[in-house]
């Protein structure tokens, strides 16, 4: 277990690595990687089993991005966490690049799946869920998912199977940013009443800080012992760690021009120890 | 010609035998096994079926899912509701990753008879023939239907095997196989060949018998391997014949003809024609009445290669 400074320090590395990677790119999107990020450290550094040494390892956990948009930020927490070399990162969607601009598992043998078109990461996580389970495994597997994604209703269809066969080494986070491509969740379509949703489907829901270390660790240490399929509500922040990219959905998929990436590097530096 | 069994019921044989010979094959359902039948799988695997209910997005994968950790998921439902409603699933989720999940559609074709247009696929060979990595068999009847079935087992990545609902005529053996990448040449012919597959194949062979019949020699291709499709056969024929009709229940565009005409119009292009749906959607009635309306007949068969060939 790493502590909660070092792990605040990772997550501003991890937020330059994403400013980096999109100015070289000129295209991704700031905002949804920026509210994921310390959901993606959490997992990687102290929630999930696993061996960046062996990326294939039977008896890893499975991690799903389902939101793939977030690939940059999940790009930086691989290559930190030493599955490759973080020099790769400024490769992002350029031609050639195992870093497409949506998760590709082919390209890069880590990611346990290829993502992009939402919708579809919880049932693939069902279906591992249901497979460790028939083959007598250990492993849980998490998916991360927007909630503008939550619109979805194949969403809600994984989330009927889950329940109703038990899934309980299946965990769900929702990255609860408020802000979709249009406009404020909110008004482009509410998901409210979320905790009732996903309690009606079955699930143990718990809430937590999506930007605190302290709060993620706590509910991901609920969720593992759930007896039933979790799923974690963590209240974000899109665009978190740049004040303007903060809470709009004009940085959703926006590359900074010079002074704007400028700009933000200062704030984000700022905050590293 | 021989009796009448639905091809369906050669899935069914076909999964309980992959199932008993393969420890990793489940079944996925939604909601329609006791139709296509493959409930009996769950009665004699319980752990390896999942009835996800009425939920085509999520079957397909929740299939990608289990197929990524090693299964050999076989996904069967009603032709319209997989290829249609789950396409984005199947192209993101399970052709891009090049997964061995088999997809099952069944009630392919008008030939579905009363149902109606909802439930006969008729666009299902086309939407799943332009995905990269996806393998497409149509068998003619059940033998054949079980030999897609295992030979689905051998191809790498994914699979759609195409059957219908109605009875058709026994055309092969229980020792069939199919090879994917493979047709049949049922009938030699001198002056057109007849490239089928599915329920046009009993068709094409008795239209092959009327032309006979009138002095013309026309042979008879089943690609049953619709993607990729036997080339150095239809090429073959093409080339010795000059001629082709395709039959097929399905719509004129995409599908089987679809594949022909492209082939042929880039490396041999000869007199073509063919016998399918025209645009058009299905309508209830039986079978038979059905196929008369649309035109999918033996005669429509034989009628087109006559005025080909004048």
Known sequence: MIDNVKMQDLALRVRLDVLEMIRAAGSGHPGGS???VEILVELYWNVMNIRPEEPRWEGRDR????????????YSVLARRGYFDPAELLTLR?????????PNMHELPCLDASTGSLGQGLSIACGMAHAIRLDDRESHVFCLLGDGELQEGSIWEAAMTASHYNLKHLTAIVDRNRVQLDGPVSEVMEIEPLVDKWLAFGWDVIIAEGHSIPSLEK?????????????IIANTVKGKGVSFMENTCLWHGRCPDEEEYKAAVREIRGGLS | MNNLKATREGYVDGILQAGRENSRVVVVEGDVSRSIGSASFGEEFPDRFFNLGASEQDMLCEAAGLALEGFIPFVGTYGVFVAGRAWDQIRTSICYMNLDVRIAGAHGGVSVGPDGATHQALEDIALMRVLPNMKILVPADSNQ????????LEADGPVYIRFGRNPVPQLYTRDEKVK???GNLLREGDDITLVTCGAMVSLSIAASSILQDRGISAGVIDMVSVKPLDRELLLGQAEKTGAVIVAEDHQVTGGLFGAVAETLALEMPVLMDTVAMQGSFGASGSPA???KKFGLTTSAIAEKAERILH
């Not at chain 1, 991690?63 to 999940?74: R, V």
């Open chain 1, 34 to 36: 920026f509210s994921s």
């Open chain 1, 63 to 74: 991690f799903i991005l389902s939101k793939g948009h977030a690939c940059p930020a999940l």
């Open chain 1, 94 to 102: 350029k031609l050639g690049s195992r870093l497409q601009g949506h």
């Open chain 1, 219 to 231: 509910a991901f240490e609920h969720c593992c012992e759930a007896p039933f399929p979790s799923v």
């Open chain 2, 145 to 152: 239907t079980r030999a897609a079935v295992l030979a689905s």
């Open chain 2, 180 to 182: 994917i990448g493979r």
């Open chain 2, 289 to 291: 009445e059905v196929m």
